[in-house]
């Protein structure tokens, strides 16, 4: 009987850091992607855009339903009052994967440091570590960024 292999991944239930040779195509063991123990959770994204960053967003009401048309105006409206962020601007959405290939992490990590010089709640500062430790990773193993949704 050949033995059965399985490997179980536990996810954080919020953005988890994966390093990957190609982060925006599938999952491949093979070519060295792999999970980090980094990870955030809603409470420190939410800080560093929203508190930090402070990006425009259209005003919701609670117990309105809104239509596809709504939520792609408030991503482009968050990209563009992210402009001088493009890289980090791709993280817009907490519930949805954001990828960084090997040659963009010197300028994501540039964008996080530039970040620094402003007013930071634990919460953001914690997301800026993060970030930061994950670039340092990417660097130092030529691999690209993917923040996979859980």
Known sequence: MKPFECYIYVMSNGL???LM???FVEWSAENGDRHTNISFGHDEWWSFFFVTLNPKSLDREIGVRYD??????DQQLFKQSLEDYPL????????????FAPAEITSLRDELIR?????????????LNGMLNACELA???RMGIRLLSS
């Open 115 to 127: 970040t620094e010089q402003l007013t930071l709640d634990a919460n953001a500062r914690s997301f």
């Open 88 to 99: 980090l601007a791709r993280i817009e959405e907490f519930y949805r994967d954001a990828a």
């Open 68 to 73: 596809d048309d709504f939520y792609l105006r």
């Open 139 to 141: 660097s130092s193993e």
């Open 16 to 18: 988890d850091v994966a």
């Open 21 to 23: 040779k190609d982060p």
